[in-house]
């Protein structure tokens, strides 16, 4: 029978179970650990709660649901709204010195994704002297949908909120699990790079951790703020709503209908028209259309950049090298996205241009000469269109982002990195997303070599490329929630620098099959989008 342990924390006692790592090492797992209040009924939409304390042990051996969303893996709608859970994984709760605290944010697009074992074992980080903390946040309409009505009292975000909930709770309980309070790592990557970005300028997560990894995704990308499209009254219309009546009867309506009905429908909200300007999903982070206590993006997230409390603090950024793979399988199931490639599809839609003006012509007419020459884009430039695709959606954010904080005072130490191992099996998403054939490194293909997912169903034998990238990255970052300094055995005799000047070009940590310190080889693609932006509009 499995060892359990129980471990009291600030809302209650946790009963948690004894496991071994896929690596051989034990290790505590206390899994679904409510942070906040079920959104249900009332709540749902709503800001989150905190979660009302409990006296009886609370059997934490299980995982608990995800929140409602689609798994495009299995292709399925699952989950469920009582899903603000915390998950902690420690070696040890009474080390002879408190450890390093790692707090997760998965991605997904805002839209799906769970902090699920699944996808986010702990089995790798685990070999070091770390905790590792992952938790749910409301997705899709349920963490995001946001109404002007003020009456409502739904300005949205509210799945950033969770987030930040969360984050507190993981600080404050730290502690319990043998974590060190004091130093606290927040990482993510994607959407969950971009959440750990609006928490470092966001007053409402002031002072909640202490470094930062911001992985292929940031506050500054093009897709972090999500275009007014009338979201609500079109999703409470796609269920059979009649779009007479108050906001409150439309949110009434919205609150009565089924979880899975609304995931069903927010799936397919996105016209082919919006999809053509690269609106990607049609609930995210939004600018809070009224001012509370809790408010998380008061103002548009470049203003918010320049005053951000987190500027002194450490931080590792970047993504991999060919992040656009991510764009694969769409231009195959929809070639006309690549053959009909028109101009204003291409200008990033946070410069705010009418897409009839001469100026968005002229800009769109030049990242197409730029990125395919005298070419028609066509499927015979696919290679073309991804690389368009990995500075447009990823690159140029981190970019951006770099430049923001490299130019603010007192900035902190800023570590630039570039993923671009390119195993034929381990690269999970690249696998899944556009089969065994396609070489290259996908967006989210590192997340492989951080957590052990059940697509491995074996660790990489240890003489092999796979497991030594493992190793790195395992060393890297956990050196960096250690040090708030990745430089360790690893590397040696190479040093892994922070960024010592203003302005590109910026030396990178390139992580392929050797490491080796580079000049970021995007650079001279960075220039390009830069050039579209006026020096108030870029950082």
């Known amino acids: ?105 998965h991605g997904g697009a805002f839209m ?25 946040y409301r997705l899709g309409a349920f963490g995001f949908l946001s109404v002007d009505d003020q009456s409502v009292d739904i300005p949205g975000n509210a799945g950033l909120k969770d987030q930040s909930m969360a984050i507190r709770w993981c600080k404050e309980n730290a502690a319990y699990f043998g974590g060190d309070p004091n130093n606290v790592t927040l990482f993510g990557e994607s959407a969950g790079g971009c959440s750990v970005h609006y928490h470092m300028i966001s007053e409402q997560s002031r002072g909640l951790f202490h470094k930062a990894i911001v992985k292929s995704g940031a506050a500054l990308n093009c897709w ?3 275009p007014e499209r009338n979201w609500a009254k079109r999703l409470a219309v796609s269920l059979g709503w009649s ?22 429908a927010q799936e397919s909200l996105v016209t082919s028209e919006e999809r053509k300007f690269r609106i990607l999903f049609p609930f995210g982070p939004v600018i809070e259309p009224y001012i509370t206590s809790r408010t998380l993006i008061p103002r548009d997230p470049l203003e918010m950049c320049r005053n951000a409390w987190s500027h002194s603090i450490p931080i590792i ?15 195959i199931e929809f070639p006309n996205i690549v053959n009909h490639l028109s101009c204003d599809y291409l200008v990033p839609l946070d410069l705010d241009l009418d897409v009839k ?27 073309e269109y991804i690389m368009l695709m990995t500075d447009k959606l990823f690159w140029h954010g981190v970019h951006r982002t770099i430049l923001s904080r490299l130019n603010a005072p007192n900035a902190g130490p800023t570590f630039l990195y570039r993923f671009n191992f390119d195993s034929p099996t381990f690269n999970h998403y690249r696998v899944m997303m ?79 099959d050797e490491l080796t310190v580079i000049k970021l080889p995007e650079t001279e693609r960075m220039k390009l989008w830069d050039s579209l932006y006026s020096q108030d509009q870029l950082y």
């Open 243 to 264: 779009g007479k009546g108050s906001t409150k009867d439309m949110i009434d309506f919205l609150r009565k209908a089924e979880p899975k009905s609304i995931v069903k």
């Open 434 to 512: 556009c089969g065994k054939t396609v070489r290259g490194v996908c967006h989210a293909d590192d997340l492989s070599y951080i957590f052990k997912n059940t697509i491995a169903q074996e660790v990489p034998d240890a003489a092999s490329a796979e497991f030594k990238t493992i190793q790195r990255m395992v060393n890297l970052w956990v050196s960096f929630a250690a040090n708030s300094d990745p430089n360790c055995h690893i590397l040696k005799p190479i040093v892994w620098r922070p960024l010592a000047q203003k302005t590109a070009p910026f030396e990178c940590l390139n992580i392929s």
């Open 317 to 331: 950024i970047g993504g991999t090298s060919d992040e656009g793979l991510f764009s694969y399988r769409e231009a």
């Open 224 to 226: 972090s703020v999500v």
């Open 1 to 105: 029978m499995a060892e359990t342990i129980i471990v009291q924390t600030t809302l209650g006692p946790v009963k948690g179970v004894k496991k071994t790592t896929a690596l051989a090492s034990d290790y505590f797992s206390f899994q679904s650990i409510p942070y906040a209040k079920p959104p249900i009924g009332e709540l749902r939409f709503r800001d989150p709660q905190p979660a009302e304390p409990w006296t009886d042990v609370l059997d934490s051996t299980q995982q608990g649901p995800c929140c409602p969303a689609k798994n495009n893996l299995l292709n399925v709608i699952e989950g469920e709204e009582d899903c603000l859970h915390i998950n902690v994984f420690t070696k040890s709760l009474n080390p002879n010195k408190l450890v390093p605290v790692m707090i997760y944010i």
């Open 357 to 383: 003006s001469d100026r968005c012509q002229m800009l769109g007419n030049q990242i197409k000469k730029f990125y395919f020459g005298d070419q028609q884009p066509s499927m015979e430039t696919l290679n």
């Open 112 to 136: 799906r994704g769970s902090s699920g074992v699944e996808m986010y074992g702990p089995d790798f980080l685990l070999q070091k002297d770390v905790i590792l903390f992952t938790f749910n």
